[in-house]
């Protein structure tokens, strides 16, 4: 009633960061019908009240749709991205809307390149054919936004133990172990990419007994040459961490997600108490050999790259930390293996690779490793190690220049001065 007062009766959806939970105005609470629907108790909606009160305030037309993707790929450019993984839903938008982002991948204009994913659950190999026939659009799998749980700053995340901050409470499993092993097997079959949002340990582990069901359906070797991918992936144990090796599943990691919400008595601390030291385990993951990528998850953290790269060496449990090396890796040649790309030369800047890179104004390059003590590589330009900006002057590096297949996405006032 305070946002219905507030807003001079024009309806809201005010979402929680993490976009798992929303505060609604009573007038959107009314038109999206509410009322009953499962998480619509008290002031914060969430699960199914929320998915109904984010596809109600999603209801736009084609053109403004099409104004606010021009928007983000122009941000993304500027910030040095040739390509954006689309992980689109039935529960987060239209087909309509994964319609108008693949779309800009065949249009004159020189915008990122999209990568699209549709999250919808599968219940056979003929039934997952039938919703990529459906789709109108090609896409790279059935994965993606999927959830097997939620989020930890909503309490929806599935865990194991109670939150810490909230007894009692464990948060939300979406799918079934029966429902993501179909879903598994259905797209293992086919060849394609399968995969979930998951994020705590409770989850992973549905996540897990999913992938022992469908190997054992359809075959282990045929699941992992799917390259199946699970997004978040924020609170893994070295078992889960073995397992996912396993079956060669990529984990789509967030690195601003520790930098903003690890470390103190940040949000993590207040959700989980010491499980928060198991959060990202973005060092354990590249030791278990455990494909991994980075990304931005926007908008719940900003298009930044570098203060992603950031985040990896600064992370703030020391165990986790990795070299600025690796995470430039994770966040270039590792998201288009992630997204199985054609071109394997994608994401390097070697003969014979597309021309699609961005040209940075930097302070300092160095080599950075996570542990001060120890130097992982070669300093002495004879041994060609890649050097990488300084991420420790208290600015990240300025786009200049953002080329994709040699088409210029994307240029500052200073490359022409």
Not at 156 to 180: C, F, I, K
Not at 246 to 266: C, E, H, I, K, M
Not at 315 to 326: D, F, K, M
């Amino acid at each position: 009633d305070e946002i219905e007062r507030a807003a001079g009766g024009r309806q809201v959806y005010l979402s929680r960061v993490d976009v798992h939970s929303a505060l609604v105005s009573s007038s959107l609470a009314a038109s999206a019908g509410l009322d009953g629907l499962d998480g619509a108790a008290g002031s914060q909606v969430k699960r199914g009240a929320h998915t109904a009160a984010r596809l109600a305030a999603r209801q736009l037309p084609a053109d403004t749709l099409r104004t606010y993707q021009r928007r983000a790929l122009a941000e993304a450019a500027a910030n040095g991205y040739v390509a954006l993984a689309e992980m689109a839903a039935p529960h987060i938008g239209s087909i309509e809307d994964l319609q108008l982002a693949t779309a800009w991948n065949d249009g004159p204009d020189a915008v990122p390149e999209i990568l699209p994913y549709w999250g919808e659950l599968a219940t056979s190999q003929e039934h997952a054919q039938s919703i990529l026939d459906g789709l109108g659009v090609s896409v790279l799998g059935l994965a993606g936004d999927l959830n097997i749980d939620g989020s930890i700053g909503s309490r929806t995340a599935s865990l194991r133990a109670d939150y810490a901050d909230a007894p009692g409470e464990r948060g939300n499993l979406y799918l079934s172990v029966a429902e993501a092993a179909a879903h598994l097997a259905a797209c293992s079959l086919l060849g394609i990419q399968a995969g979930f949002h998951v994020i705590g340990d409770a989850g992973l582990d549905a996540a897990l007994e999913a992938l022992d069901l469908a190997a054992a359906e359809v075959g282990e070797q045929r699941v992992r040459a799917a390259g199946h991918r699970f997004e978040h992936v924020e609170l893994a144990d070295p078992a889960a961490i073995s397992r996912l090796a396993r079956y060669s599943v990529t984990v789509s990691a967030q690195p601003v997600f520790d930098a903003l919400w690890g470390g103190g008595n940040g949000l993590y601390q207040q959700r989980l108490g010491s499980r928060q030291l198991g959060m990202n385990a973005f060092g354990s993951l590249y030791a278990a050999g455990v494909p991994i990528c980075f990304g931005s998850d926007s908008p719940v953290t900003p298009l930044r790259p570098w203060s992603s790269v950031r985040a990896c060496l600064q992370h703030t449990n020391p165990a986790e930390q990795i070299s600025a090396r690796a995470a430039f890796l994770g966040h270039t040649r590792a998201g288009w293996r992630a997204a199985r790309y054609p071109n394997p030369m994608a994401g390097q800047l070697v003969p014979g690779a597309p021309a699609s890179f961005a040209v940075w104004e930097v302070e300092e390059l160095m080599v950075q490793v996570a542990d001060g003590r120890v130097q992982s590589w070669s300093t002495d330009p004879r041994a060609r190690t890649p050097l990488l900006p300084a991420l420790d002057t208290g600015s990240d590096p300025a786009c200049l220049l953002t080329v994709r297949d040699g088409r210029e996405l994307y240029a500052s006032g200073a490359v022409g001065a």
